[in-house]
């Protein structure tokens, strides 16, 4: 069974940083392209970040390009998101999700996500 | 960026009836769409992939169809289990990009 577990949200202030960690298992994690979705309070669904599988490509919306950096350990199954300078648009819901296909598909598995609130 | 818009945003549907959600690209995505379901307190589920393979889980009463820029997601006759909000979502370029969301309520 594929489980995803987030971790790292927390409440802290305009322009700190904040790093989310996501632990996988259950999957060939070194084979699967993962990624980061956030929803804000009540809001819709936002991709933020797409890594490949072997960490050399990444993918951001413009929106967190030059904060936000994701990055993977294959030898630990660990998919990370460090945010820089953080901003109160950036309060959401932060999921980790793998996709379907080494070379992408849809997401076929959501962890529970991790809560990011960014507030003086 | 390839927008996604999603409508209705709101569709107030009676057990039994029929549901269709539909969703529009604003450039082709070819057969790189998929739609998610998503229930209050889970993380979205992936419903339907490549505009119309069902995923594992979800019974045969929902469907999905289109190709280019046209999308439907259709709900053949509505029960309990399926009220919740869908997304649309584009993965054929990056970013990638959801719908705004169209929340399927009982009328």
């Known amino acids: 069974e594929v489980q995803l577990l987030e971790s790292g949200g927390g409440l802290v202030q305009p322009g700190e940083s904040l790093r989310l960690s996501c632990a996988a298992s259950g999957f060939t994690f070194s084979s699967a392209v993962m990624g980061w979705v956030r929803q804000a309070p009540g809001k819709g669904l936002e991709w933020v970040s797409d890594i490949s599988s072997t960490g050399d490509a990444t993918f951001y919306v413009d929106s967190v390009r030059g904060r936000f950096t994701v990055s993977r350990d294959n030898s630990k199954n660990t998919l990370n998101l460090q945010m820089n300078n953080l901003r109160a648009e950036d309060t959401a819901l932060y999921y980790c999700a793998k996709r379907m296909r080494s070379t992408g598909g849809s997401y076929d598995s959501w962890g529970q996500g991790t809560l990011v609130t960014v507030s003086s | 960026e390839i927008v996604m818009t999603q409508s209705p945003a709101t569709l107030s549907v009676s057990p039994g009836e029929r549901a269709t959600v539909s969703c529009r690209a604003s450039?082709?995505?070819?057969?790189?769409l998929a739609w998610y379901q998503q229930k209050p307190g889970q993380p979205p589920r992936v419903l339907i992939y490549?505009?119309?393979t069902r995923a594992t889980g979800f019974p045969a009463r929902f469907s999905g169809s289109g190709s280019g820029t046209e999308f439907t997601l259709t709900i053949s006759s509505l029960q309990s289990e399926d009220f919740a909000v869908y997304y649309c979502?584009?993965?054929?370029?990056?970013?990638?990009?959801f719908g705004g969301g169209t929340k399927v309520e009982i009328k």
């Open positions: 979502q584009q993965y054929t370029a990056w970013p990638l990009t």
């Open positions: 450039q082709s995505v070819s057969t790189n």
């Open positions: 490549d505009v119309s």
